[in-house]
């Protein structure tokens, strides 16, 4: 067990999450005492691993700060973070590759940085000495923030929106899910009571969006692909009349889950214009789906990508978890062969994070020590298929530390996995757990959430619109 404690609130987030990265498969608690001596003190199994005083903090460890009264928060704050990162290196011995960068997109600081006019290398130094993140990574953040810069200039930042609709059912939850997504057997009885809800969430945005330009839309969840062939056009139809394909770069459908997608529902799909599609192996090892209770084969997962191959779809995405439980490097290297055989368009690279929401608990998590490997292995297959990074970000609670990446081979990025987490263009969403983001000419964003729950959100549909209205009011 470890205990954080920290004097004052402000220092209590990346305490706990760099003692987290140090201590992957601990406990970690964390506290605040006020009366506390240190600013942050680490106790390990009850004795002191780490403990950061104001003492030490005047001394500064670039020798800048002469008196912690002197310095400011945002200073003393950045001061601690070095100073507890250089005492728990020291006492574990590791290093953590994204340094003490905790709870910042790191694509977003290189783009800031990109802005101010600072060269590659003046950046790379920049970021390795303020934040301690790796060569690698810092180049890392600065090619992605480079990729994303370029896609994002071809979107309407001023009259363009992209669309989200949330399909909140698959076949059956997966253990590391923390997704608000229900088994279809609960819900089969309420799906069409469901699109209702949402067709008519969907002629509100419509209407509330005459004169805009529509320039993604991302069907996701769940598994979209739950849906019967029925369902699918249903949505798909009501989807065709409320809004005009004339300005959208991108459609996508998650078809997650290979045990769900049939010829039948890939032919309604390409028959509403979809142009991109997600089909998820998670992994290619069978003992390791059946044991995430995925309830799939990886031979299912060959023919629905082969299906989708012979009916025309030329950008499919692949979704990989690194550090699934009982996996070592040896089993992502073979999943990374098989993935490599087939030749997706684009690669999502997750390293596996464990939220409080999921069944599968950190204690299953033995592994996160060679996740940095694994990535290594999939950056690597990534490029033998002619894929570049293009996205990338970091969730709470991700094993080892290390971060999300997607792939994609040349014109074949997501634009909307960019839009989602660089918040340029307003992002409106429909559906049971959905948020929707509007972004002001000035950067200032607003957000509207639906409830999760499927049942309210049928119930209460008038009064998700009614939220809706308010956010978009003069959109
Ligand atoms: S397919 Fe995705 S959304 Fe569905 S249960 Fe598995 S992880 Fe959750």
Same mark, same amino acid.
């Given at each position: 067990m470890i205990q954080v404690i920290c004097r004052?609130?402000?220092?209590i987030y990346n305490a706990y999450h760099m003692t987290k990265a140090f201590y992957p498969s601990a406990e970690v608690v964390s506290r605040i005492e006020e009366?506390?001596?240190?600013y942050v003190t680490v106790m390990v199994d009850g004795e002191m691993a780490a403990a950061v005083s104001e003492r030490e903090l005047a001394k500064g460890p670039s020798g800048k700060v002469s008196s912690v009264y002197e310095a400011g928060i945002g200073e003393k704050k950045h001061q601690t973070d070095l100073a507890l990162y250089g005492q728990l290196k020291a006492k574990t011995g590791r290093t953590l590759s994204?340094? =003490?960068?905790? $709870?910042?997109r790191p694509t977003k600081l290189a783009m800031q940085k990109r802005r101010e006019g600072m060269s590659p290398e003046e950046f790379l130094r920049w970021f390795q000495e303020n934040y301690l993140v790796s060569r690698e990574k810092s180049v890392l953040a600065w090619q992605i923030a480079s990729k994303e810069k370029e896609l994002l200039d #071809?979107? %309407?930042?001023? %009259?363009g929106y992209s669309l989200y609709v949330g399909i !909140?059912?698959?076949p059956t939850v997966c253990a590391y899910c923390s997704f608000s997504s229900g088994e279809l057997s609960a819900w089969r009885e309420r799906i069409d009571d469901y699109l209702k809800a949402l067709c008519n969430e969907l002629a509100f945005i419509a209407r509330t969006s005459e004169g805009k330009r529509l320039n993604t839309i991302y069907i996701g &969840? &769940?598994? !979209?692909?739950?849906?019967?062939e029925a369902q699918l056009e249903r949505l798909l139809t009501c989807i065709d009349l409320n809004f005009? #394909? +004339?300005?959208?770069l991108e459609y996508t459908v998650e078809a $997650? #889950?290979? %045990?769900?997608?049939t010829a039948g529902k890939l032919a309604v799909l390409k028959g509403h214009g979809i142009t991109r599609i997600s089909i998820n192996p998670?992994?290619?090892q069978q003992q390791t789906l059946d044991r995430i209770g995925r309830k799939h084969t990886v031979e299912e997962v060959k023919n629905a990508f082969f299906l989708a191959r012979e009916m025309g779809f030329d950008d499919i995405n692949m979704d990989l978890i690194m $550090?699934? !439980? &009982?996996?070592t490097v040896r089993e992502a290297k073979d999943t990374l062969r098989q993935i490599e055989e087939l030749s997706p368009d684009n690669l999502t690279v997750h390293s596996l994070a464990i939220k409080r @929401? @999921?069944?599968?608990?950190?204690?299953? =998590?033995?592994?996160? +020590?060679c996740i940095g490997d694994m990535i290594k292995e999939a950056a690597g297959a990534a490029g033998r298929m002619g894929m570049s990074p293009y996205y990338l970000y970091r969730q709470k609670n991700i094993a080892g530390n290390f971060e999300n990446v997607g792939y994609a081979k040349? %014109?074949?990025? &997501? =634009?909307y996995n960019i839009l989602i987490m660089e918040e340029k263009q307003s992002i409106v969403a429909c559906g049971a757990g959905s948020v929707s983001k509007r972004v002001y000419p000035d950067g200032r964003i607003e957000r509207s959430e639906n409830v999760k729950d499927v049942a309210l959100y049928i119930q209460k549909i008038d009064e998700m619109i009614e939220r809706k209205r308010k956010l978009l009011t003069d959109f």
């Open positions: 004052e609130e402000t220092y009366k506390a001596s240190n994204w340094g =003490i960068l905790m $709870g910042v #071809r979107l %309407d930042t001023k %009259d !909140p059912f698959c &969840g &769940g598994t !979209p692909t739950t849906l019967s005009s #394909r +004339e300005h959208l $997650g #889950r290979p %045990d769900t997608v998670q992994t290619m $550090g699934l !439980p &009982g996996e @929401a @999921a069944k599968m608990t950190e204690e299953e =998590i033995k592994n996160a +020590e040349v %014109d074949k990025a &997501g =634009i």
